[in-house]
């Protein structure tokens, strides 16, 4: 599910897919902004034109209270941020399959 979410150090911003426990939706008015940050946001860097902000988007999310941020890049490798910096993998155990159709063969790539 994709929703406006509140984050201290880089104002309102739509994460492609956002995930938290069902109590946490009942807490807040759904016609507004999520006024904090969900416990996994995932940006797909798939239609991004200007890729370089997700830095701050990745640390927005974590300082405003996400457990896990899921980056997918432009060529479909998969990034895991948590508190602690970069992970191996999802502390959720969540494992992404990808279709290679979508991504670009030629994008330049982080890693």
Sequence with gaps: MSVAVTTASFGIRVPDVVWMPPEKWEAFDRDAPVPFVP????????????????????????????????????????????????????????????????FDEFAPSSH
Excluded: W
């Excluded at 860097?45 to 996400?66: N, Q, S």
């Excluded at 941020?81 to 992404?96: D, E, K, R, V």
């Design 39 to 102: 416990d996994l946001c995932v940006e797909v860097l798939l239609d991004r034109k200007y890729p370089h902000d997700i830095g701050p988007r990745v640390k927005a999310y974590l300082e405003g209270g996400a457990r896990e941020v899921i980056v997918v890049g432009q060529r479909g490798e998969r990034h895991f941020h948590s508190a602690n910096g970069l992970q191996p993998s999802s502390a959720f155990g969540i494992t992404l399959t990808l279709e290679r159709m979508y």
